[in-house]
């Protein structure tokens, strides 16, 4: 089959909207999907500094969601009709993932970031016959149809609105699972969130559905006036003794804090901002070594690396939607669409930070 895809074609280039091809159906245990929408995620802009392991040409998206189109085999546990959000890629069979932690998976790097599964390679072209990277994140979705291991679809309530629940999978999973998961945060909880994105921002409105209470930092005006509409106090990075600051609003020290910046003064900023016993949970994959300034881990305080927000995606998915449907989780309002042809549009809008979280409609 033909259809429309976004084609990275080199790190540098704009991503071209042209036809694909799919040369054979779903395999064994894989699903077809006919994608409803797709966010944007930092780590899809990423690959443009990935320096060549992210194998090009390839069609990047992996905050897809849609319907179910056709399955491969009788056990993919879903059903044509069906719709679905995808979520990242796990083998399902290494410690990690028997451990119920498929973000740590052995081969998540493989898996998600350089290639993926190998096996169905020739697969995917271009109009041309050219060779695409067989998959990305599992599922390639910045395209009008996307083949997925069933594994990683999780079937959400039809009555939802399927075009913006695919960042469910990826960016507001991190931000919410760090809460939710990660911290355990509940009533009498305070969380900073260090960088009001669509990562921060879903870990904000994690914080005020958990009963817990949220400070918020960034440098931009725009979002700190959004995080406070989510309830959380706003905070600029900028001011004066910002630990000392977020140590006043929170009673003495939060008790969590969630760095999505990489930057290496907020993290420490961040450290001296909790109270003993806190613990700070990073995001960001840091590219240079982290200076952490004398002190900030006394109390007990530690630090940890948080991926993909410990979720299992078919448990936290549906936690989130069911909190959206009560009104607790209002995820829509970080979104803006675009068509998919505008692909580019909204990298700039991204990166220009004009929108916290783009969805493309194919
Ligand atoms: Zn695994
Ligand atoms: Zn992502």
Not at 136 to 158: E, H, I, K
Not at 164 to 172: A, V
């Amino acid at each position: 089959m033909r259809f429309g895809a976004a084609v990275l074609r080199s790190y540098e280039d704009p991503f071209a909207v042209e036809e694909v091809m799919m040369n054979a159906g779903p395999a064994e245990g894989e699903i077809l999907v006919r994608i409803a929408g797709c966010g944007m995620c930092r780590t899809d802009l990423a690959v443009r500094r990935s320096a060549g392991r992210s194998p090009l040409p390839a069609v990047l998206g992996h905050e897809g969601s849609g319907v179910v189109v056709e399955t491969g085999g009788p056990d993919t546990g879903l059903a044509v009709g069906e719709h679905v959000v995808l979520s990242f890629d796990s083998c399902g069979m290494c410690r990690s993932c028997l451990g119920a932690a498929p973000a740590y998976c052995d081969r998540f790097a493989a898996l998600n970031l350089f290639g993926g599964r190998p096996e169905h390679a020739a697969r995917f072209t271009d109009a041309a016959g050219g060779a695409l990277a067989p998959r990305w994140f599992g599922q390639s979705s910045f395209a009008a149809y996307a083949v997925v291991p069933a594994r990683n679809a999780v079937r959400v309530d039809p009555s939802l609105p399927l075009a913006l629940l695919g960042p469910l999978g990826c960016g507001f999973l991190t931000g919410a699972g760090a809460v939710l998961n990660s911290f355990g945060a509940g009533p009498g909880d305070t969380v900073a969130v260090f960088g009001a994105g669509a990562v921060g921002l879903a870990a904000v409105m994690a914080t005020t559905a958990a009963g817990a209470v949220a400070v918020a930092v960034d440098r931009h005006p725009e979002r700190l006036a959004l995080a406070e509409k989510l309830d959380a106090a706003p905070v600029h990075s900028d001011a004066a003794d910002l630990p000392g600051l977020i140590r006043r609003l929170t009673d003495g020290g939060a008790q969590y804090a969630l760095d999505t910046t990489g930057s290496a003064r907020l993290i420490n900023d961040a450290l001296r901002a909790l109270r003993p016993r806190g613990h700070l949970g990073l995001v960001a994959r840091l590219h240079t070594a982290l200076p952490l300034e004398v002190g900030t881990l006394d109390q007990g305080r530690k630090i940890s690396h948080i991926c993909e927000g410990d979720a299992v995606p078919g448990l936290l998915i549906p936690r989130l939607t069911g909190l959206w449907q009560a009104g607790r989780f209002p995820f829509d309002r970080l979104i803006r669409t675009y068509p998919l042809a505008d692909i580019n549009e909204a990298e700039r809008d991204c990166e220009a930070g004009l929108v916290v979280k783009p969805v493309l409609i194919p």
